[in-house]
């Protein structure tokens, strides 16, 4: 019975993987089929895409310039959660720095990336606008996250500190933040994939040489449209295989927690 119930899961977990793939790959193919010969330069067939990926995907310059974007956004995604938690943790207690920070982390989300991504191209170095951009996307998920669920355990908690004569902080570090580390982990996932497309974005209006934002758009001028979603592949596969270990490790901390 044992053995049967984890068959299936297998079974399971292989056709939640290769139907969608078999899915939208062969539309893919048939959609690259029907369109008229001009129109087959823009949207080049998927096993002519998977052929230039193989190409030039494992190539040195190619891995270098993948591994420099992954590093810049892992960078700006890092100091986003720090930065995020920090503020989270300042607004909560004190409601003067609320009042100051609040406004522009509201801001900060309201803006269009690409704003960003041309007014900060101003005052940054492109080498280090990607991290930038990631940081920005990053700060206020983060500082949304930390202080909503910190404002939403506050009042029962507060009177039961009170009550028992607990201190504040004592119940932040001991009681709060084990409580809200579930949201908060949650969070840092969906700030993942917004730092990495938004680095990626600024790297391709903003064309750092050694980037997979140059690649894309290199090709892009040269009408190699293979090469764009060869790249773009490049990009999806390291923001998934990103997305998996950061959920996996936050599971850890969530398992020795409990």
């Known amino acids: 019975m044992k053995n049967r119930l984890t068959e299936n899961k297998i079974v399971d977990r292989i056709l939640k993987i290769a139907l969608p793939l078999i899915f939208w790959i062969g539309l893919w193919e048939v959609l690259s089929l029907l369109v008229s010969d001009r129109l087959k330069l823009f949207l080049p067939g998927p096993f002519q895409v998977f052929a230039k990926w193989f190409t ?10 993948a591994g420099i974007t992954l590093l810049r956004i892992l960078v700006g995604f890092l100091l986003g959660i720090l930065v995020g938690f920090l503020l989270g943790l300042l607004t909560h207690g004190l409601k003067i720095v609320d009042y100051i920070f609040a406004p ?12 960003f991504i041309i007014i ?16 920005l996307m990053v700060v206020p998920l983060i500082w949304q996250s930390v202080h909503d669920s910190l404002a939403n355990t506050s009042k029962e908690l507060d009177a039961v500190s009170r ?6 902080m004592k119940t932040l570090v001991q009681v709060k933040l084990p409580q809200i580390l579930p949201e908060f982990f949650s969070s840092c996932v969906s700030a993942l994939g917004y730092a990495w497309k938004a680095g990626v974005a ?16 290199s090709a892009k001028a040269a009408l190699n449209f293979d090469e764009v979603y060869a790249a773009t592949l490049t990009v999806v596969l390291f923001s998934i295989i990103i997305e998996v270990l950061l959920k996996y490790i936050c599971g850890r901390i969530l398992k020795k927690a409990s």
């Open 56 to 65: 030039v995907g494992f190539t040195p310059t190619y891995l270098e310039m």
């Open 104 to 115: 522009a982390m509201k801001v900060i989300r309201a803006v269009p990336v690409v704003s």
């Open 120 to 135: 900060a191209f101003l005052f940054v170095d492109v080498n280090n606008l990607p991290i930038v951009i990631s940081f």
């Open 163 to 168: 009550l028992y004569n607990v201190g504040k």
């Open 202 to 217: 600024a790297e391709v209006l903003c064309t750092p040489a050694k980037s997979l934002g140059h690649i894309i758009y």
